[in-house]
C-alpha cells in the first residue's frame, strides 16, 4: 500500500508563488521511479481535475488553465513530486492532490494541501 503525503499549501496573494511537494512511501518499492505521476485539484464546489503530469523521463503536460505558470518535477530517488505554481490566481484556489496520471489504478488519496489565493 502507498501512502502520499502533500505538503507547501498556504495562503497567497495573487501573482504569489507556492511550491508544493509531494511524498511518496509505504510499500512502493521502485514504482514511483516508473510511474507516470500528476496533480490534481479540487476547488470550493467544484470536481477534482487533473492539473498536470510527468513522464518518468521528465516529460510535463499541463492543463491549459496553468500553462506557463505551473511547473511539474519529481525526484525518483527521493520518491517525491513537486509542483511549482507561479503567478498565482483566484481561480486555482483549491486543495491539490498527487496521484498516478490518468489512465491507470489511482492510488489511495493523501490528504492533499490547500491553496488560497486571496488579497
Known amino acids: 500500500q502507498v501512502q502520499l503525503v502533500e505538503s507547501g499549501g498556504g495562503l497567497v496573494q495573487p501573482g504569489g508563488s507556492l511550491r508544493l511537494s509531494c511524498v511518496a512511501s509505504?510499500?512502493?518499492?521502485?514504482?514511483?521511479?516508473?510511474?507516470?505521476m500528476a496533480w490534481y485539484r479540487q476547488g470550493p464546489g467544484k470536481q477534482r481535475e487533473w492539473v498536470a503530469s510527468?513522464?518518468?523521463?521528465?516529460?510535463?503536460t499541463y492543463t491549459n488553465s496553468v500553462k506557463g505558470r505551473f511547473a511539474i518535477s519529481r525526484s525518483s530517488a527521493k520518491n517525491t513530486l513537486y509542483l511549482q505554481m507561479n503567478r498565482l490566481e483566484p481561480d486555482d484556489t483549491a486543495a491539490y492532490y498527487c496521484?498516478?496520471?490518468?489512465?491507470?489504478?489511482?492510488?489511495?488519496w493523501g490528504q492533499g494541501t490547500q491553496v488560497t489565493v486571496s488579497s
Open positions: 509505504g510499500n512502493i518499492g521502485n514504482t514511483f521511479g516508473r510511474t507516470i
Open positions: 496521484n498516478v496520471a490518468p489512465g491507470v489504478t489511482l492510488w489511495d
Open positions: 510527468v513522464t518518468t523521463s521528465g516529460g510535463t
